[in-house]
Structure formats: structure tokens, C-alpha cells
């Protein structure tokens, strides 16, 4: 119990009027984050490529881990560069709901790729092993010691399979 706070207060009633507008804010501040960076991908590429949403293994690597705290942690993918940064901060789904109205309206190749193992997949040489995944971010293949930051690997293995389905679509 908070002194000054009781249960149907005014003063309670107008701290709660602040918390939401608070949280009005924030939300607002990340789907703009989430429009610029849609927009910068939009204006830099013809064709962008993402990790399909509707997998199961998607949602299960991006829901969040309890803290034991009635919180949560982060939930430890990689937030280090200010485009993912904003991609988890609006959820990724959102993210790319605003991607794909962008690359529609300015005629942008979107292409879904499935995810399985992009980030377990050695971009040189193919080798698919869980070791190969040392840390969240580091990459390092056991087969042929390539090493880089798992992101970046990962993103060379999504960006080659989505060109694939391209080539294919193209040929059919
Ligand atoms: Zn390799």
C-alpha cells in the first residue's frame, strides 16, 4: 500500500491516467521506430527478404523468458543494431505488417522464407549443426571453422533462400 494512493482516490485515478498515457507513448514511439525502419529498407532495396511469421519455431524463439520475478528478461535475440532494435521493440509481426504495406505501395519485392535453421546453417559451406551456434551472437561452423556474428550469417542464409524462391518463381 502507497500512502497518498488509496484504491479510488483521485490522486489514484490521475497516477493511473499518467501510467497509460505513459504507455500510449512508448507504443507510439516504437511503431514510429518500426515505420522509419521499414521505410529505409523500403527506399535502400527491390527486394527484401524476412523469416516467414506463421512457424511455429518463430514464436517459440521470440516469446519472452519469465525472469522468476513476475518479469520478463529480454528474450535474447540479438537488439545490438538500431533496425532490429526496433523490429523487436514493435513486435515482429507488426514490423512486418507496416514492411509489407511500404513495399506494396512502392512496388519492393517482399519474399517469406521458412526459417528453419537459418541460424544453425553455415553460410560457406551448408553444415547445419546446433553447435555451430555458439553464443546468441557468436557463429562459428564446426566443419569449416567460418566464423561470424550469427545475425549476419543467419541473414546470408535467408537472403540465398528467398533469391532461390525468386529464381524458381521466375522459371516457373
Ligand atoms: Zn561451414
Known amino acids: 500500500m502507497v500512502v497518498g494512493r488509496k484504491r479510488g482516490s ?3 485515478r490521475k497516477a493511473v491516467a499518467r501510467v497509460a498515457a505513459l504507455h ?4 507510439r514511439q ?4 518500426a515505420h522509419k525502419a ?5 527506399r535502400g532495396y527491390d527486394v527484401i527478404v524476412h523469416e516467414a511469421l506463421n512457424v511455429a519455431g518463430m514464436t517459440r524463439r521470440a516469446a519472452p523468458k519469465p525472469d522468476g520475478e513476475g518479469g520478463y528478461l529480454a528474450n535474447g535475440q540479438s537488439a ?3 533496425l532490429n532494435k526496433s523490429i ?4 515482429w509481426s507488426a514490423f512486418v505488417a507496416i514492411l509489407s504495406h511500404k513495399a506494396q505501395s512502392a512496388g519492393r519485392e517482399l519474399i517469406a522464407v521458412n526459417p528453419a535453421n537459418t541460424s544453425r546453417t553455415c553460410s560457406r559451406c551448408g553444415h547445419c549443426a546446433k553447435e555451430n551456434r555458439v553464443t546468441q551472437a557468436v557463429f562459428r561452423c564446426t566443419a569449416c ?6 545475425d549476419v550469417n543467419a541473414a546470408i542464409n535467408i537472403l540465398r533462400a528467398g533469391l532461390a524462391l525468386r529464381e524458381a518463381a521466375q522459371a516457373a
Open 10 to 12: 483521485e490522486r489514484r
Open 30 to 33: 516504437r511503431l514510429d521506430s
Open 24 to 27: 500510449a507513448k512508448v507504443r
Open 88 to 91: 523487436l521493440d514493435a513486435g
Open 80 to 82: 545490438e543494431s538500431g
Open 145 to 150: 571453422e567460418f566464423s561470424a556474428h550469427a
Open 38 to 42: 521499414a521505410l529505409a529498407l523500403v
